[in-house]
């Protein structure tokens, strides 16, 4: 609503200023930028289709819009606010895409930035496991010669005393 009053007030201000002074006409770039910038594109371009011709009137001298659609000038500001209103449309299309990419990329980067946990998360268990099956093997090979060393003692016992001792040394070490 703010957006629809500024532009009727910045039209009613346009009209004034060229009203005062043909020089006023320069004005115009800003008045198109600012109906492009604040409000949507298609009341922007139906107002910049309706102010041209009538802009040519005003500035022409001519009475009445009936005999004004007669005058060539009029229809060439016609087609000056088509173009510069087709150009809106482009320049609308291209901020746009603009924008639709930067989500993407935005996307993409939240992504990214999730996989590399993911896959950091990954290796940290990976490595994990490694060292859990290392020592599990380790500890495995260490009770099995102690276990081995203890029944070569139990076996030697009853005849080889010093057989005895090393097989126990050594399951102790």
Do not use: K
Not at 142 to 152: K, M, N, P, Q, R
């Amino acid at each position: 609503l703010y957006s629809l009053v500024y532009a009727g007030v910045i039209t009613g201000v346009l009209f004034g200023l060229i009203a005062i002074h043909d020089v006023f006409f320069f004005v115009l770039g800003t008045f198109f930028s600012q109906l492009f910038y604040f409000l949507p594109v298609g009341w922007s371009v139906s107002l910049s289709v309706a102010v041209m011709p009538l802009l040519a009137i005003q500035a022409n001298d001519i009475d009445s819009l009936a005999d004004g659609m007669r005058q060539p000038v009029v229809w060439i500001w016609l087609l000056a606010g088509v173009c510069g209103s087709l150009a809106g449309l482009w320049i609308s299309a291209i901020i746009r895409q603009s924008n639709q990419q930067h989500a993407l990329i935005e996307e993409l980067h939240r992504t990214q930035a999730e996989l590399a946990a993911s896959e950091r998360n990954a290796g940290v268990l990976a490595e994990r496991q490694r060292l859990a099956r290392e020592i599990h093997d380790t500890l495995a090979q260490g009770f099995i010669s102690i276990v081995t060393h203890l029944e070569a003692a139990d076996q030697a016992l009853e005849n080889d005393l010093p057989a005895v001792r090393r097989h126990m040394a050594q399951a102790t070490s």
